[in-house]
């Protein structure tokens, strides 16, 4: 089976020291590198562990055509993982001949080591943290559906609905949509957006086929933490979006209204610029940019499936882009959530267990290019509302970043007091910090992550109001080709990627729900 093929190869390629796992999965023409990067990531956490059971069982002297590291897959799904996919083809028959022993070695490796569970063979720099029990957060595509019907699909299926998890916010429910949300999101008239304890209790508390919805954002839904819907009907069909609960909050916090012009500064993979163009509501215009031809074209891929069809694409340098340049003349929006380290990704504690903080020439290095690229932002005239967020934990990439805009631009504006009953909030290195947000496993349940927004404290005149809310029509989301020289940080991680391409389709109308199944993309 391919699965387990490329599995190894990337394997080897790690220990050998070709790449990391993301970029060796990326780099493979696998179709479902979701997939393909948990089996990776899995198998090299538990190397030490098959290691010594493939050597106790001696199924690489029995099987001698049998490669080190496909073994170890195979094992790693034999005893560890989620049983042959699609069968197993014919590795199958050649474990099945080995499956007693292998079993049996695993035991006595238990038995000697006075454990009984699987991840107490780990060692504890290997083992599971709080980053494993993270939700998995989905967000419903109202390009392409409702809510109600999203949730009725999954009934059908056998999932039970859990309902709104526990909260008071009676203020924000799926009706909640534009200048109410950004007033529940917390504008200058003080409203309230709730946040308590026992919506993560309850979100703690989901296990099997139990799902809810979110407190606070209207059209995500939260399953068990190991749940995968990457096969899932609605998600090929772009019907769900996988998106982690803070992932999405820079968009629903920059909450352009239908026909706004918004600028989505470091675009790919998408899926932020896909909730933006269903907080438009397909109406009006995202100028999407990014420099890297693969990206952009698995970005269009994307969006395309999502049914989006107000997006420009281009394939240009933001830095490069000129603030005067009428085509930006109504843009009042801009999100912007630049290359990061990272440090607040699950994904990268799976790939690198016990992963510490950035070096400081890195961080200094990154600090630089989000600080280059936020004072940017800030210069375009007609902007009102701008969001600058990271998945990043450290200091410099965010509070510091934030503080030297506000002072390059004093009384010019100022930091938004959004989500005021937010457990975790921006670290107090400057007076208005508390107005950031951060997330983490650990205080939000959802990855880590950093989001400010900033807010015009004075209203430009260059653009009169009535020209830059009145909509236009939408053009295709293809690419538009411009290459300039970019203004990368160095050692930048970029925002993960799309590996399959397509071309593009205008694509906006609500689709049926029962939809024919289409390609997975990540």
């Known amino acids: 089976m391919a699965l387990y093929a490329t599995a190894a190869s990337v394997l080897a390629g790690v220990e050998s020291r070709r790449g990391s796992i993301k970029g060796l999965v990326y780099a493979s023409s696998f179709q479902n590198v979701k997939q393909l990067y948990a089996l990776v990531c899995e198998t090299q956490r538990y ?24 073994a170890k897959v195979l094992v790693y799904e034999l005893l560890l993982g989620k049983g042959f ?38 060692q504890v720099g290997s083992r599971p943290g709080t980053a494993s029990q993270v939700p998995r957060f989905v967000r419903v595509n109202t390009l392409k559906t409702s809510l109600d019907d999203a949730v009725d699909y999954f009934k059908r299926q056998g999932f039970s609905y859990q309902g709104r998890a526990s909260s008071s916010a009676r ?72 998106q982690d609960k803070a992932s999405c909050l820079p968009a629903a916090l920059l909450a352009p209204p239908p026909g ?11 899926n932020k610029t896909s909730h933006l163009a269903a907080l438009l509501q397909n109406q009006g215009k995202i100028f999407a940019f990014d420099l890297d031809a693969g990206r952009l074209a698995s970005m269009a891929t994307l969006l395309a499936r999502a ?21 930006f003349r109504r843009v009042q929006y801009i999100l912007l959530d630049p290359s990061c380290s990272g440090s607040g990704m699950p994904a990268r504690q799976l790939e690198e267990p016990g992963a510490g903080t950035p070096s400081k020439a890195r961080l200094q290095a990154l600090a630089g290019f989000q600080q280059r690229a936020l004072r940017h932002a800030l210069t375009f005239p007609s902007l009102q509302r701008l969001v600058y ?6 200091q410099e990439e965010n509070e510091d970043v934030v503080r030297d805009a506000l002072q390059q631009n004093p009384g010019t504006f100022r930091l938004a007091p959004v989500l005021p009953s937010w457990p975790h909030r921006g670290l107090s290195t400057f007076p208005g910090a508390e107005h950031c947000l951060r997330a983490s496993p ?22 009169p109001q009535a ?56």
Do not use: M
């Not at 950093?450 to 015009?456: I, K, P, Q, T, Y």
């Not at 909509?471 to 300039?484: H, I, L, Y």
């Open 389 to 394: 967020s990271t998945c990043s934990l450290c």
């Open 307 to 327: 049914g989006v069809s107000c997006c420009e694409l281009a394939e240009e340098d933001f830095l490069a882009v000129s603030p005067s340049d009428q085509r």
């Open 47 to 70: 190397s030490a562990v098959l290691d010594a059971v493939i050597a106790s069982a001696g199924l690489l002297r029995a099987e001698k055509k049998l490669r080190p590291h496909l």
């Open 467 to 522: 020209e830059a809310a009145a909509p236009e029509p939408t053009p295709s989301a293809a690419p538009r080709r411009k290459r300039r020289r970019q203004a990368v940080a160095p050692g930048a991680q970029p925002r993960t990627q799309q590996v399959r391409r397509a071309s593009p389709s205008r694509v906006g109308r609500k689709s049926p729900l029962l939809p024919a199944a289409q390609p997975a993309g990540f």
């Open 442 to 463: 650990e205080t939000t349940l959802t990855g880590g992550f950093f989001v400010a927004v900033l807010e015009r404290a004075e209203v430009p005149s260059s653009v």
């Open 85 to 122: 996919r699609g069968g197993g083809g014919r590795w199958k028959p050649l474990l099945d001949r080995h499956q007693a022993r292998l079993k049996a070695e695993l035991a006595r490796l238990k038995v000697q080591r006075r454990v009984s569970r699987n991840e107490d063979l780990l």
């Open 171 to 242: 203020n924000v429910g799926p009706q909640v949509r534009g200048p109410a949300w950004r007033s529940a999101c917390g504008s200058s008239q003080h409203a309230r957006c709730f946040l308590f304890p026992g919506s993560l209790e309850d979100a703690r508390a989901l296990r099997g086929r139990c799902f809810l919805l979110d407190p606070l954002l209207p059209e995500l839904l939260v399953f068990p933490a190991q749940t995968d819907l990457h096969d899932h009907p609605l998600y090929r069909a772009g019907h769900l979006i996988l």
């Open 260 to 270: 706004a012009h918004v600028i989505d500064a470091c675009a790919a993979p998408g």
